[in-house]
């Protein structure tokens, strides 16, 4: 499939982003930090750059806010699962639908040079007649060691309710990274 000159913007045409940047918040050394302005978009992109963690196992994840009872989901009825592959030819698993947040990274360590990176889609969250889902794939050095882990997996929210705020949030310690949230409206260039 060929691009067309017009929408390459070739042809004078003016073609704009599907995809707004709505906010960059650089976490240093915290438990979490809040997206609390997200508009309204039927998908957002979240990034995490960089992730560095002080405790060893820590799970960056994220948690909704429904407007419907004004409060982050915490409590344990988030379904998720992934699998994880190693460099080392290795994989493993996990599933479960009691988790108290859902997840966009592996579980992370202390190592100075076990850093990585991450992002989740969320699809739903503004529609209060679905339940809000999200996929993840972050990739890093795990364990210490230099062998390098891949992390990809999915997730849900089974309740019907709007979503306002994200908040990025870690299991056990403090992060520090970079984190982006974008929104994605203009759906027709998925082509």
Do not use: C
């Amino acid at each position: 499939m060929t691009l067309s000159l017009a929408r390459l913007g070739l042809m004078g045409a003016v073609v704009s982003s599907p995809i707004d940047l709505i906010e960059t918040i650089n976490i240093s050394d915290a438990s979490s930090a809040e997206f609390s302005s997200i508009g309204n978009y039927e998908i957002y992109r979240l990034e995490l750059w960089d992730i560095d963690q002080t405790y060893e196992g820590g799970r960056p994840q994220i948690r909704l806010y429904e407007a419907n009872t004004s409060a982050y989901e915490t409590a344990s009825v988030h379904h998720s699962g992934n699998v994880q592959i190693l460099s080392t030819s290795s994989t493993a698993n996990s599933k479960n639908t009691t988790f108290s947040a859902l997840a966009i990274a592996r579980n992370g360590d202390t190592s100075t040079y076990d850093r990585q990176n991450a992002y989740a889609m969320i699809y739903n969250a503004k529609n209060s007649s679905r339940d809000t889902h999200i996929n993840y794939h972050s990739i890093g050095n795990v364990n210490g060691s230099s062998t390098t882990g891949m992390w990809i997996g999915g997730g849900y929210l089974p309740q019907q309710s709007e979503i306002t705020r994200f908040q990025i949030y870690v299991s056990h310690g403090t992060i520090s990274a970079t984190a982006k949230l974008y929104g994605i409206n203009d759906l027709s260039w998925v082509h």
